[in-house]
């Protein structure tokens, strides 16, 4: 069974760095790529990123590049979402996700339970 | 960046009702990368649609979709309780992937 477990919810003042986790089981977490999903209190679901966790290759939403590091370490099956320092506006629930086939060209199948940062002084 | 416009906003509608969601592209997008996810209050988002038509697994069949260019369809043949929800068309062809602003399906 394919299962996202992510990290817990955090509590950060602004300008504090933070990385969130999100790691893989049930599958080999090599050959599929993970996006990040941000949801603002109230709002949508907007498209952050995604790396494929075997070769590192990453990409970004323009409106997301250079405001979040996406990584990942693949001898522990998991992959990571960075802020260097921290806004109020990143106050959201930040979700990880699967694709449903080894391209980047499909859709999220696989979801993680959502992490929930808060960001406030 | 493919802007996804979803409409209505919000749908009021009774139990056993049809429901029929719009997704409208700003450029042409093909059908075989577009998909629904259904979001409740609390949970994750859950795919319910890919490749524009198909269902994803366990899916039950009163969900379906259409379409093709710029224009997708998300129906709900005959609204069940659980089906009142939110939903988001995304499209995935594009090196960044991009979700429209989601539907409101509520009980009228």
């Known amino acids: 069974e394919v299962q996202l477990e992510q990290s817990r919810a955090e509590v950060k003042k602004p300008g504090e760095s933070l990385t969130i986790s999100c790691k893989g089981s049930?599958?080999?977490?090599?050959?599929?790529?993970i996006g990040w999903v941000r949801q603002m209190p109230g709002k949508g679901l907007e498209w952050m990123g995604i790396?494929?966790?075997?070769?590192?290759?990453?990409r970004y939403r323009p409106s997301f590049q250079g405001q979040v590091t996406i990584s990942a370490d693949k001898s522990i099956n998991t992959a990571y979402l960075q802020w260097s320092s921290l806004k109020a506006s990143d106050t959201a629930i930040y979700y990880c996700?699967?694709?449903?086939?080894?391209?980047?060209?499909?859709?999220?199948?696989?979801w993680g339970q959502g992490t929930l940062l808060t960001v406030s002084s | 960046e493919i802007v996804l416009a979803q409409s209505p906003g919000t749908l009021s509608l009774s139990p056993g009702e049809r429901a029929t969601l719009s997704c409208r592209a700003s450029?042409?997008?093909?059908?075989?990368?577009v998909a629904w996810y259904q979001q409740k209050p609390g949970q994750a988002p859950r795919l319910l649609i890919y490749?524009?038509?198909s269902r994803a697994t366990d899916i039950p069949d009163r969900f379906s979709g259409s379409g093709s260019g710029t224009d997708f369809t998300l129906t709900i043949s005959r609204l069940e309780p659980e089906d009142f929800a939110m939903y988001y068309c995304?499209?995935?062809?594009?090196?960044?992937?991009?979700f429209g602003q989601g539907t409101k399906v509520e009980i009228k």
């Open positions: 996700a699967r694709h449903l086939t080894t391209s980047s060209w499909s859709p999220f199948a696989y």
């Open positions: 049930g599958y080999r977490f090599t050959n599929y790529w």
């Open positions: 790396i494929h966790p075997g070769h590192s290759e990453t």
């Open positions: 450029q042409s997008v093909s059908s075989s990368h």
């Open positions: 490749g524009a038509s």
């Open positions: 995304q499209q995935y062809v594009s090196s960044t992937g991009t």
